[in-house]
């Protein structure tokens, strides 16, 4: 309930109207300040050697990175007072705001700012003070890197120096941290681009297959048929790699042997009637560069073995084996069937399965290796060292 007769609303604009506004409240200043996200955060080695090195040099027993905010003044480091922030108004700091650069107050007492403060008049109150603006590079105060003393006394042209210097150190610090915060959020956006293209890339290629499904049945032709079941299983194979891609922990990177084993079942569902496909993989993070080709491989290799190794109404073993051996990867595919044409030759061979493998080999620079393994056939594949994992 307001007193009758007075209207307090327009008594407390005239009062704000008559005050000069508090730099402390400038809210430019306190974005410039929050911008840093520095407030609460704990201490840190970098900002304590500074004030710890301030006051060294200045000779002090007490020396603050003072960050002030409207109702507060928090301190990244202190030496000396045994707070981490005090209300804003025993801060002496905040009426230096508006002062660029250096200010030294040789007597607290004799300062007509300061002499009511009760950390001045406190017994074994601070007398001295000497505080350097921290300032962002548009001009904004964000607080003071400053010294203080329990008894009156003056800084040299060195003292001096060296507080600006440290105040511009301090500066460098804060920007430091909020340029790697700034990057490392731009990398978070970079790296969830790429995952989306390679999740869009899976659905493009997924599309891809299924029209090859629709195209299929309107084809009779034996040929015809083999062929575009080719492309099928070849396109779902890069498929599988984007779909990994995308899941990974690492961006850009898949690991192989988990590859190898989310395929298995695909590739089980598509075996003959008594073929067994077992998956045995190690760990191998490789970059999209090399995964791809060693999909497409791993594609030819069994879908060979399950086409060709068991004839009609016989069946056995396809063993698919990942490992890292002496630095090297190696994959290997083995069966246990009738082994291969007697006239079989990797390198003249005219059909397409093994110009794409030798083609694939020559990408990612692998020793490739197809023969007899008595009983049956094994293909060998070696390449150099997988990416480190992160
Ligand atoms: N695991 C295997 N067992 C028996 N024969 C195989 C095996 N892998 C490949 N071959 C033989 O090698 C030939 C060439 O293979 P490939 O280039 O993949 O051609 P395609 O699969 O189109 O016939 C096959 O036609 C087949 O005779
Ligand atoms: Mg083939």
Redesign the pocket.
């Given at each position: 309930m307001s007193a009758p007769g007075r209207d307090f609303a327009t008594e407390k604009r005239k009062a704000q109207m008559d005050e000069k506004p508090d730099p402390a409240d400038d809210p430019e200043r306190l974005a410039a300040l929050h911008d840093y996200q520095v407030l609460d955060t704990p201490r840190e080695a970098a900002f304590d050697t500074l004030v710890e090195l301030a006051a060294r040099i200045c000779a002090v027993p007490v020396a603050v990175i003072n960050l002030v905010e409207s109702r507060r003044q928090w301190f990244k480091a202190e030496l000396g007072l045994g707070v981490r922030e005090t209300p804003i108004d025993v801060s002496i700091c905040r009426h230096f705001l508006l002062r660029p650069g250096l200010t030294v107050v040789p007597d607290t007492l004799r300062d007509e700012r300061l002499c009511c403060n009760p950390l001045v008049t406190a017994d074994d109150g601070l007398r001295f003070y000497a505080g350097c603006l921290l300032q962002t590079a548009d001009g904004h105060a964000i607080g003071t890197l400053c010294v203080l003393d329990r008894r009156p006394r003056d800084l040299d042209a060195d003292q001096r120096f060296a507080l600006r210097a440290l105040a511009d150190q301090v500066m460098a610090q804060l920007e430091l941290r909020r340029t790697l915060r700034q990057k490392s959020r731009l990398l978070e956006r970079h790296e969830l681009l790429i995952r989306e293209v390679n999740h869009r890339t899976k659905n493009n290629l997924q599309l891809i297959s299924s029209i090859i499904s629709l195209q299929l049945r309107s084809i009779d032709d034996p040929a015809a048929r083999a062929a575009l079941l080719?492309t099928g299983s070849r396109i779902r194979s890069i498929a599988a790699v984007h779909e990994q891609l995308y899941r990974a922990d690492q961006v850009g990177a898949v690991d192989l042997g988990t590859f190898l084993q989310a395929l298995a079942p695909g590739l089980q569902s598509s075996a003959p009637h008594g073929v067994t496909l077992t998956v045995e993989a190690a760990p191998v993070p490789v970059p999209l560069d090399t995964a791809v080709p060693v999909a497409l491989m791993v594609n030819?290799f069994v879908t060979?073995?399950l086409?060709?190794?068991y004839g009609e109404g016989t069946g056995g073993p396809v063993r698919v084996v990942l490992r890292t051996v002496g630095g090297r990867v190696e994959l290997v595919v083995r069966?246990h069937?009738?082994?291969?044409?007697a006239d079989?030759d990797l390198r003249r061979?005219r059909?397409?399965?093994?110009r794409i493998i030798l083609s694939l080999a020559g990408q990612i620079d692998a020793a490739v290796v197809i023969g007899n393994a008595d009983p049956g056939?094994e293909c060998r594949v070696s390449f150099g060292a997988a990416v480190p994992s992160a």
């Open positions: 080719d030819e060979n073995a086409k060709y190794a069966d069937g009738r082994g291969l044409p079989f061979s059909s397409l399965g093994m056939t």
